[in-house]
């Protein structure tokens, strides 16, 4: 079975990360939620979550894909935490999925992942990277950097990453019982 870790911390946009937990579960992915800290965390938007575990207890798994919900300040506190910059680094190097959505494409080009490549993200927040190829399309992907724009895009970002640890037939089947 395919497995996924979604990051969640304080101030991370909630309608993002759960979306991305609903579809791949439908799929039939084994997702992990890892808090920066334990306990709860209050999302961008007030929802608490409480997430599986910490990010030091994921840290001694292996997973398929990495996801980082966007959200402010969320972006901000994955950006600035040396062991999430450390595990997109990692995931990157082994040809693992990495990906995020709204301001969290920023950690990635913090990480030095998004130099030379196209990615997406929520307009402005990838500003101060020049080095990226900055796209205006809903989800973008750049071999295995996948990146999408905002809340407004979750749903097709969620069934992409599906689709890429799955295939096109669980896709269709999870985005036709969603009645979209």
């Known amino acids: 079975m395919k497995k996924a870790l979604v990051l969640f911390a304080d101030g991370s946009e909630e ?9 791949l579960r439908r ?8 808090g920066l800290q334990a306990g709860p965390l209050r999302g961008s938007r007030g929802t608490m979550l409480v997430p599986d575990t910490t990010l030091d207890s994921a840290l001694a798994q292996e997973y398929d894909l990495i996801v980082l919900p966007g959200g402010l300040p969320g972006a901000d506190h994955l950006r ?12 990157h190097d082994a040809g693992r999925y990495v990906s995020a959505i709204c301001a969290a494409p920023s950690v990635l080009a913090n990480a030095g992942l998004l130099d030379g490549k196209r990615a997406t993200c929520y307009p402005g927040a990838l500003d101060n990277f020049p080095a990226v190829q900055r796209q205006t399309a809903a989800v ?4 295995k950097l996948i990146t999408s724009r905002g809340p407004g895009t979750a749903m097709d970002f969620a ?13 269709d089947k999870v985005e036709a019982a969603l009645v979209r």
Not at 80 to 91: E, I, P, Q, S, Y
Not at 159 to 171: F, P, Q, S, V, Y
């Open 80 to 91: 600035d935490d040396a062991r999430v910059a450390g595990l997109l680094r990692k995931m």
């Open 159 to 171: 069934l992409t990453l599906l689709e890429r640890l799955t295939d096109k037939a669980t896709r």
């Open 140 to 143: 973008v992907e750049d071999g």
């Open 27 to 34: 799929g039939g992915i084994e997702v992990t939620v890892a």
């Open 15 to 23: 309608l993002e990360a759960v979306t991305v937990i609903n579809i």
